[in-house]
């Protein structure tokens, strides 16, 4: 059974840094890509990275422009967000969540699960980033 679980929300002064966590258990990670999303009150949730463990391919959305960077450790098997000079827009529940690429073309299940968040079977409890401004 896929687990996931973010860690690593709080509460940050607009400029500063976080870094969020998640935890992958019951499946083996480098058969999967691993994603970051969001979802801020009253809006839907959107895409904010995404990783392929197996050789580190990496996804953004253009609106990250390089404040954010997705990391994983295979070995301890942990994907990271690391996101830098936040802004109080960025407040919102972060989740990571994944998706199986076995059988498929990586590239389009990055871009099916950025494009459509909601058809991702496995997600992990979100954890809340607040920015203060």
């Known amino acids: 059974e896929v687990q996931l679980q973010a860690s690593g929300g709080g509460l940050v002064q607009a400029g500063g840094s976080l870094r969020l966590s998640c935890l992958a258990s019951?499946?083996?990670?480098?058969?999967?890509?691993i994603g970051w999303f969001r979802q801020a009150p009253g809006k839907e949730r959107e895409g904010v990275a995404c990783?392929?463990?197996?050789?580190?391919?990496?996804y953004y959305k253009d609106w990250v422009k390089g404040r954010f960077s997705v990391s994983s450790d295979n070995a301890e098997r942990m994907v990271y967000l690391q996101m830098n000079n936040l802004k109080p827009e960025d407040t919102a529940v972060y989740y990571c969540?994944?998706?199986?690429?076995?059988?498929?073309?990586?590239?389009?299940?990055?871009?099916?699960?950025?494009?459509?968040?909601?058809?991702?079977?496995?997600w992990g409890d979100g954890t809340q980033v607040t920015v203060s401004s």
């Open positions: 019951g499946f083996t990670l480098e058969d999967y890509a």
């Open positions: 990783i392929l463990p197996r050789d580190g391919s990496i």
């Open positions: 969540a994944a998706e199986t690429t076995t059988h498929r073309d990586p590239e389009i299940t990055v871009a099916t699960m950025f494009r459509f968040p909601n058809s991702i079977g496995s």
